[in-house]
């Protein structure tokens, strides 16, 4: 594990209690339990390494734990490209650093990333509230995570189920393209838990210290230049490609993708 890992996540374990996460106060802070963890809790990230060496996420909630015969060391595993390995024994996951907990439900976490220089960490949830007068309303959030301050600072929050959406039809997961220093490349997709959508995803810039955000909208090839302070990007053009038979695929074997195209795009980072 980088060295840098333990200076990020020693003593920040905290409680964040929407909307408690906002980076005007840091979360409360409690006592880290102790190293030795011999079973995870409910709705508790935890960052740790394959045996294959692999950095990761575990979290496990009630519904995971009842689709695995209540088994409650039985979780889901997320990798920072958003691939999930479930279920996975908690047991199996080397040096497991508690980061986060949360007092409503996580369903799941999207990914995580690091900056390059790996002083910040930064990850995506989906969060649910419980019900309300109108049902049921699920979160998609980004937390940032860093040495410098402690706990955990949502920077940016989004309705995907119930709620107020903030971005019309994209309202699903939101994943975390790049991280550069204070900057994150974000995209939102189209729908949560829909599947097989071929609609890209929407693309922000998100400035981690103001909560300040650019929407791209659908955009390829995006570079973040921090000396400049300007953020470059393609708008996506639809294209005819080859399918394999299946949900979206046509009758001529082909479907709707989309690829960067047109000139670069230069604008001011937010």
């Given at each position: 594990?980088?060295?840098?890992l333990?200076?990020?996540?020693?003593?920040?374990?905290?409680?964040?209690?929407?909307p408690a996460?906002?980076?005007?106060?840091?979360a409360?802070?409690?006592?880290p339990?102790?190293p030795?963890l011999t079973?995870?809790?409910?709705?508790?990230?935890?960052?740790?390494?394959?045996?294959e060496?692999?950095?990761?996420?575990?979290?496990?909630?009630?519904?995971?734990?009842?689709?695995?015969?209540?088994?409650?060391?039985?979780?889901v595993?997320?990798?920072s490209?958003?691939?999930?390995t479930?279920?996975?024994?908690?047991?199996?996951?080397k040096?497991?650093?508690?980061?986060?907990?949360?007092?409503?439900?996580i369903l799941?976490?999207?990914?995580?990333?690091?900056d390059?220089?790996?002083v910040?960490?930064?990850?995506?949830?989906?969060?649910?509230?419980?019900?309300?007068?109108?049902?049921?309303?699920l979160?998609?959030?980004?937390?940032?995570l860093?040495?410098?301050?402690p706990?955990?600072?949502?920077?940016?929050?989004?309705?995907?189920?119930?709620?107020?959406?903030?971005?019309?039809?994209?309202?699903?997961?939101?994943y975390?393209?790049?991280?550069?220093?204070?900057?994150?490349?974000v995209?939102?997709?189209?729908?949560?838990?829909?599947?097989?959508?071929?609609?890209?995803?929407?693309?922000?810039?998100?400035?981690a210290?103001?909560?300040?955000?650019?929407?791209?909208n659908?955009?390829?090839?995006?570079?973040?230049?921090?000396?400049?302070?300007?953020?470059?990007?393609?708008?996506?053009?639809?294209v005819?490609?080859a399918c394999?038979?299946?949900?979206g695929?046509?009758?001529?074997g082909?479907?709707?993708?989309?690829?960067p195209?047109?000139?670069?795009?230069?604008?001011?980072?937010?």
């Open positions: 594990m980088h060295k840098h333990p200076a990020l996540l020693a003593a920040l374990f905290v409680i964040c209690l929407l996460c906002a980076p005007t106060a840091p409360t802070a409690i006592t339990p102790t030795a079973a995870p809790q409910l709705n508790t990230l935890y960052l740790g390494t394959t045996a060496g692999k950095e990761a996420v575990f979290l496990t909630n009630p519904e995971i734990q009842q689709a695995n015969a209540g088994a409650t060391d039985m979780g595993l997320t990798f490209d958003g691939q999930q479930q279920p996975f024994n908690f047991k199996d996951l040096n497991p650093q508690p980061f986060y907990a949360q007092g409503a439900e799941e976490v999207t990914n995580f990333a690091f390059p220089e790996r910040h960490f930064y990850f995506s949830v989906v969060l649910s509230n419980g019900a309300g007068p109108e049902g049921k309303t979160q998609t959030s980004v937390y940032k860093t040495s410098q301050a706990g955990n600072w949502q920077i940016w929050v989004n309705d995907i189920v119930g709620g107020m959406p903030k971005y019309g039809d994209h309202q699903g997961n939101t975390i393209d790049q991280a550069q220093g204070d900057y994150l490349v995209r939102v997709m189209p729908c949560y838990a829909c599947g097989g959508s071929t609609v890209p995803g929407l693309v922000l810039v998100l400035n210290n103001t909560r300040a955000e650019k929407v791209l659908l955009a390829g090839n995006v570079t973040i230049n921090l000396e400049q302070k300007t953020v470059s990007y393609q708008t996506l053009a639809p005819q490609v394999q038979p299946g949900p695929c046509g009758e001529d082909s479907m709707t993708g989309y690829e195209a047109g000139e670069v795009l230069v604008e001011a980072l937010p």
